[in-house]
């Protein structure tokens, strides 16, 4: 399956990459499982590769990348697709074929989706872009998993340089891939190597690191990939299909939420764990209590940790920007951006820590295998689970819609008096309402479906606001609770005052707003069949 | 797949030239081709019946009495809109297209009415909502002379990407009916010739749909 001989079209590799320091890197590579006694010295190679691509970037922008590969006297051009979408395993087509000379060939293509997909080139418009140089050490790992099967795993050690534009950046990552086996295997690997040396999941390719170093652009954040479910699958395959693009969806932000640059980044990997927290908590009756457990607990530790530097990332962008634009040269204010600055940079610290911790390498590690594997499979899974899985996702979508509703609307009934805790209930049962309705929108006509997500989300985002107000205010008892006494910290009570009192007024301003939302979505058929 | 209209009201503005080479260029280059005529008068058609077989091969779509489903597998998709057409009838082939080309002649006649195109062009959703982008090309340009400077001068005026110009050759009517392009031709002129249709290329290149996805963030 992974294997390419020259000139195939579209093979799919699966492969894992680790990373971390060069000295943990270097343990790993050492030690066993990677060096057990059996297996043959490491083969060394020298590669060059030399990335090609458009003035304006176009093989990029369609998720290509375009390399010739010097190894020794030889020349190899390889072209990749889906090769932005990163996630912690890579499966994506490839095409392969030897060169004459070094110069690239695009005409030697023959994979029809791969040539359309390279599109029209102008004579002479592809130009190298990127150069990776690397000390390649590979090993051959076989054997058999705990169930029999067998694997072979392909270990690669790499060393070296990116070189873009006159600019260098060090490599250095341990690839594993599969050759022959469950994908599973891989994960197995990884986490026992984690009891060697800790590292992280690369989740980056080469060619994503090559070109942000020759374009200068920061890591890009990705929406979510459309779902593909349809009514008859089975729930065991939907649940195994909405999972992984959970997965998918907030590792390929982990690169942006690191950098920070753009607070989509820290968003959207939340909007991606919150998805996958939701799915379980959907699919959740379904699986095993135990390994649920395990995951959701996992899950709102990531979410956690990514928690504060958004509420930062909000308050400055939104909470804080719309009294400043009220009160311009408000010296409290002032005083008040500037610390909330310096708490931002701090989760964004604290952030990046975590993401580099052994905890949080582990749940991508054991999440990846449990979803190959579809290891909720499992024994502890009792008879009435076990029919669950197997009927069709349309029935199981159905009841969960309808008893999302009535959890609505039991919670709103009698809006107008509910008070603050009761409405954050509602708001919390519109939430789930809502992820419910994402998961399974697909499976209804749109025109059926239309009206009622339209209200679900007009009374989401006016129920905002009442979450709006217990951000601000649980951000800004924090901060003014930890600064030091003096003029500063009175100058930040007073700016914490101002805003807690203005989105207070702006709850009670949003009041008739909060009310129409209710009524016209409490009026709005549901969209789903009624059992 | 790239869905390209090539479209303007003004008649022999040289739409069918435009759209037929267009195709044929997609086609030399080894990708899918499709030419679907829309125009009454058939021109497109007649071009692909005479197209030798041992030209790149284009696939040939009656689109006459409108639009039809589409085959499958088909790379790029150009489309040539009726002529003189009423704006209710382009509106039906603007939302299959990525990209709009029109043609416009260095002409005191053509401008004033490619000009009232645009103009319309720009009211109708997809291109006010940025969806689909149109491309202005300026056609049988006479290099240095007062009209083709009046030409460059409107097209500051237009507020449209300008995608380049096509110099005023003979070769091209001389091998339209022969179903051939200058992209089916070797020789030094052209090579050059086809220099000229490279802003136009890279500007339908850009516009593929199945980057946007990919742009995310970027």
């Given at each position: 399956m992974a294997k390419t001989p020259t000139g195939s079209p579209a093979a799919v590799e699966t492969e894992l990459k680790l990373c971390g320091e060069p000295a943990a890197l270097e343990r790993l590579w050492q030690a066993s499982p990677l060096r057990a006694p059996e297996t043959a010295a490491p083969r060394v190679k020298q590669l060059e590769n030399v990335y090609y691509d458009t003035a304006d970037l176009r093989l990029r922008k369609r998720g290509l990348a375009f390399r010739v590969r010097r190894d020794g006297n030889r020349f190899v051009q390889t072209v990749k697709s889906g090769d932005t979408a990163a996630s912690a395993v890579m499966s994506r087509g490839e095409w392969e074929g030897e060169l004459p000379s070094p110069d690239p060939q695009p005409d030697l293509v023959d994979d029809p989706t791969l040539r359309a997909a390279i599109g029209l080139l102008l004579p002479g418009e592809l130009r190298p872009v990127f150069t990776t140089r690397v000390h390649r050490e590979v090993v051959k790992l076989n054997g058999t998993d705990s169930l029999g099967r067998v694997k072979v795993i392909e270990a690669a050690f790499d060393r070296g340089e990116i070189e873009a534009a006159g600019q260098r950046e060090p490599v250095a990552e341990i690839e594993l891939e599969l050759r022959e086996g469950p994908p599973a295997a891989l994960f197995d690997l990884a986490l026992a190597l984690q009891d060697v040396a800790p590292t992280q999941v690369e989740t980056r390719s080469k060619s994503a690191r090559g070109y942000a170093l020759a374009t200068g652009r920061r890591p890009a954040w990705q929406r979510a990939e459309p779902l593909d479910l349809d009514?008859?699958?089975?729930v065991d395959d939907a649940l195994a299909a909405v999972l992984a693009a959970c997965l998918r969806h907030w590792s390929a932000n982990e690169a942006a939420a690191r950098d920070g640059s753009d607070p989509e980044g820290v968003h959207q990997m939340r909007v991606g764990l919150r998805r996958f927290r939701s799915a379980l908590s959907v699919f959740g009756k379904l699986l095993p209590a135990r390994q649920v457990e395990w995951l959701k607990a996992e899950g709102k530790w990531a979410l956690n940790v990514l928690g504060p530097a958004r509420d930062w990332d909000v308050f400055q962008a939104d909470l804080l920007a719309a009294l400043e634009a009220a009160r311009p040269q408000d010296a409290d204010l002032a005083a008040l951006r500037a610390a909330a600055r310096e708490r931002q940079a701090l989760a964004y610290d604290h952030l990046r820590g975590a993401l580099s911790s052994p905890r949080y390498t582990r749940l991508l590690l054991r999440l990846g295998g449990w979803l190959e594997d579809r290891a909720w499979r499992s024994p502890e899974l009792t008879a009435e689970q076990k029919a669950a899985l197997a009927q069709p996702l349309i029935t199981l979508a159905d009841t969960l819609l309808a008893k999302r509703h009535h959890q609505v609307m039991k919670r709103g009934k009698g809006f107008k008096k509910l008070a603050t805790a009761e409405r954050h209930q509602l708001r919390i049962a519109v939430k789930k309402l809502r992820y419910t309705t994402e998961f399974?929108?697909?499976?209804?006509?749109a025109k059926h479906s239309k009206d009622y997500l339209a209200a679900l989300r007009d009374l989401q985002e006016s129920l905002g606001h009442l979450n709006d107000v217990a951000v601000a205010e649980h951000l800004l008892v924090d901060l003014t609770e930890k600064s030091p006494p003096g003029s500063g910290a009175r100058q930040l009570e007073r700016a914490a005052g101002k805003v807690i009192g203005w989105y207070n007024r702006a709850v009670l301003d949003s009041e008739p707003e909060m009310r129409r939302t209710w009524k016209s979505f409490a009026a709005t058929e549901p969209f789903w069949n009624k059992s | 797949m790239i869905t390209v209209l090539v479209a303007n009201p003004k008649g022999g503005c040289g739409k069918t030239t435009i759209a037929t080479h267009l195709a044929a260029a997609f086609a030399t280059a080894g990708l899918r081709a499709a030419l679907a005529d829309a125009d009454r008068q058939g021109s497109s058609l007649g071009w692909l019946q005479a197209r030798p077989e041992s030209a790149a091969p284009i696939q040939a779509l009656d689109w006459r009495d409108g639009a039809e489903k589409l085959p499958k597998d088909i790379d790029r998709l150009i489309v040539d809109a009726p002529a003189a057409i009423k704006l209710k009838k382009v509106e039906e082939f603007l939302a299959l297209a990525d990209v709009v080309v029109v043609p416009v002649l260095p002409s005191g006649f053509d401008e004033p009415v490619t000009g009232a195109f645009l103009k319309q062009l720009e009211a109708l959703k997809p291109i006010r909502k940025s969806r689909t982008a149109v491309a202005v090309l300026r056609n049988r340009v006479q290099t240095g002379t007062r009209t083709a400077a009046r030409l460059d001068k409107f097209m500051l005026g237009v507020g449209h990407t300008g995608v380049g110009r096509l110099r005023h050759r003979q070769v091209y009517p001389d091998i339209a009916a022969r179903g051939l392009s200058v992209f089916d031709l070797a020789g030094k002129q052209n090579e050059e010739l086809r220099e000229d249709w490279a802003p136009v290329l890279r500007y339908i290149e850009n516009a593929d749909p199945a980057m946007q996805a990919q742009a995310a963030g970027a």
């Open positions: 009514a008859q699958m089975s399974f929108r697909g499976l209804y006509p | -």
